[in-house]
């Protein structure tokens, strides 16, 4: 099957989560046979108009807006020079798909309106969803408006939770056109195997990982630290880490540490290379996932790193409460605290998760897994069923 990924700004040659889901993916669809082209925003003059992946995958430049990097947010204004190009390439050029799957709402819209050119079925992944609009919001269009649009618009939404299925529900995507695919993680890369980030071995090491805005649920596990002495936290993400002195959030996480009194036990890494977040995760002794940090909870599982987190989102369905890790009550530090406080104090528990974690990782999540139930989807879009090979042969009435 000739697969078109739409992804305008996570590039797979790119660094960092939302590139990498698209390059795993990318990458398990070529391995099971598909031809896969991914096209993505040109952000370098100097990079080739197209790049052929050593999994196969072709990555195409397209030229939409100034060849620089631009925020997400300021990517619509250029969806319209992109899917003219994406029509054009298609109906033109020697290479048509069979499916198109957009990653991230501006991807979509794109793919939307050139595959309405060719004929072509829409898969979408949102990852993320906008926050819904209020009475006091803006009166033009609002990127909530246009995920409901859109997700009524595609031949199907695909969602990586229960809770992202709930979320797209309450903005107005038809149940029966969702499908649920969780996300993957490497475990060839993120394994226990391998180097770890420096700490000390008389102190345990409790990491969490997540830009540093309050919904992260940071301010909680501050908190709940007063309750796990000698243990030190490190929170990993945010800005790079010459610019985290003035980064808002750093100060704000910064002075509660002050007021609970575990200022000396606190510490902000930053933002790191991804390449070097599996070091990380194997340096510590547990990790604390907040409710919509579910790749970190899947990444740290498959570094043999237990996971504790809130019983609510996406978690529910990652964490095995008991068996890979504990969940507790949301919005409440003591709670939480005395969590923490048992696994970092029980060695013979914290092996145990760790190895079904480790399990649970590898088996569950594996991208070639991801791949297959990604590719089932394609088939009932495009009406046409993949052979072991990897062609395609038109499903029989």
């Not at 889901?21 to 040109?42: D, I, K, M, P």
Request: aromatic share 6%; net charge neutral; proline share 8%.
């Amino acid at each position: 099957m000739r697969i078109a990924m739409i992804s305008e700004h996570a590039s797979p040659l790119g660094a960092g989560d939302q590139h990498a889901h698209v390059a795993e993916l990318s990458g398990a669809l070529a391995e099971l046979g598909h031809e896969v082209r991914v096209y993505t925003r040109r952000e370098d003059t100097d990079v080739a108009e197209t790049v052929l992946t050593p999994g196969g995958v072709h990555v195409v430049h397209v030229a939409a807006g100034p060849a620089r990097p631009l925020p997400p947010d300021m990517l619509l204004p250029h969806m319209g020079e992109f899917a003219r190009v994406l029509s054009e390439q298609w109906t033109s050029g020697d290479w048509a798909p069979d499916v198109a799957h957009a990653h991230f709402w501006t991807s979509g819209l794109a793919a939307v309106t050139a595959a309405r050119q060719v004929g072509i079925p829409v898969v979408q992944s949102f990852h993320e969803l906008g926050a819904p609009v209020t009475a006091d919001s803006e009166t033009g269009p609002s990127r909530s408006g246009y995920e409901r649009a859109l997700g009524r618009a595609v031949d199907r939404v695909v969602a990586q939770t229960q809770e992202e299925v709930r979320g797209l529900v309450r903005i107005g995507v038809p149940r029966a056109r969702l499908s649920v695919v969780p996300a993957g993680v490497n475990s060839d890369r993120f394994t226990p195997e391998g180097p770890a980030a420096p700490r000390d071995p008389e102190r345990p090491r409790i990491l969490s990982v997540g830009k540093l805005v309050e919904r992260k649920g940071f301010g909680e596990v501050i908190q709940a630290m007063r309750y796990v002495p000698g243990a030190e936290m490190i929170v990993v993400g945010g800005p790079s880490p010459d610019q985290l002195p003035a980064d808002p959030g750093a100060k704000v996480l910064r002075a509660m540490a002050e007021q609970f009194r575990v200022a000396d036990r606190f510490r902000l890494v930053g933002s790191v290379p991804y390449r070097d977040m599996p070091s990380w995760y194997r340096s510590a002794d547990l990790l604390y996932a907040t409710p919509w940090e579910e790749q970190a909870a899947l990444e740290a599982m498959a570094c043999g790193v237990p996971v504790i987190g809130a019983a609510g989102g996406a978690l529910t369905e990652t964490v095995v409460d008991g068996l890979t890790g504990d969940l507790v009550p949301a919005r409440d530090p003591r709670a939480l605290g005395g969590a923490l406080r048992r696994l970092v104090n029980d060695k013979v528990r914290r092996f145990t998760y760790a190895t079904a974690a480790l399990d649970r990782a590898r088996q569950a999540y594996s991208w070639k897994r991801v791949a297959a139930q990604i590719g089932s989807v394609y088939s009932t879009v495009t009406g046409r069923r993949a052979t072991p090979s990897g062609a395609s042969t038109e499903a029989m009435a």
